[in-house]
């Protein structure tokens, strides 16, 4: 199970945390990624966190974003900075290894201009 939360309406500018905790399965032994569904559009993924630690991002939140998990906690969190509108979409955590593949229901995330 994965329980996303941290969502809410923010300014423009502004900073949001989102968290997500998780329970059974061995949080440790997957990659763990956000992704987001914006109004109107497909589903695109945000930052990946995989099990050695290795961070990616996607461009459009380079340098505003910072994925990181707590293995002792079974969660993971996304710190967003310098929210733009663009950024208004649904967010889900997502958790994966090899044929498995979990997933959260989301939290809004709103950034008004």
């Known amino acids: 199970q994965l329980v996303e939360s941290g969502g809410g309406l923010v300014q423009a500018g502004g900073s949001l945390r989102l968290s997500c905790a998780t329970s059974?399965?061995?949080?440790?032994?997957?990659?763990i990624g956000w992704f987001r569904r914006a109004p109107g559009k497909a589903l695109e993924g945000v930052a990946t966190?995989?099990?050695?630690?290795?961070?990616n991002y996607a461009e459009s939140v380079k340098g505003r974003f910072t994925i990181s998990r707590d293995n002792a906690k079974d969660s993971v969190y996304l710190q967003m900075n310098s929210l733009k509108p663009e950024d208004t979409a649904v967010y889900y955590c997502?958790?994966?290894?090899?044929?498995?593949?979990?997933w959260g229901k989301g939290t809004l995330v709103t950034v008004s201009s």
């Open positions: 966190i995989i099990r050695s630690g290795t961070m």
């Open positions: 997502n958790a994966r290894l090899l044929g498995l593949n979990y």
């Open positions: 059974g399965f061995r949080f440790n032994a997957y990659d």
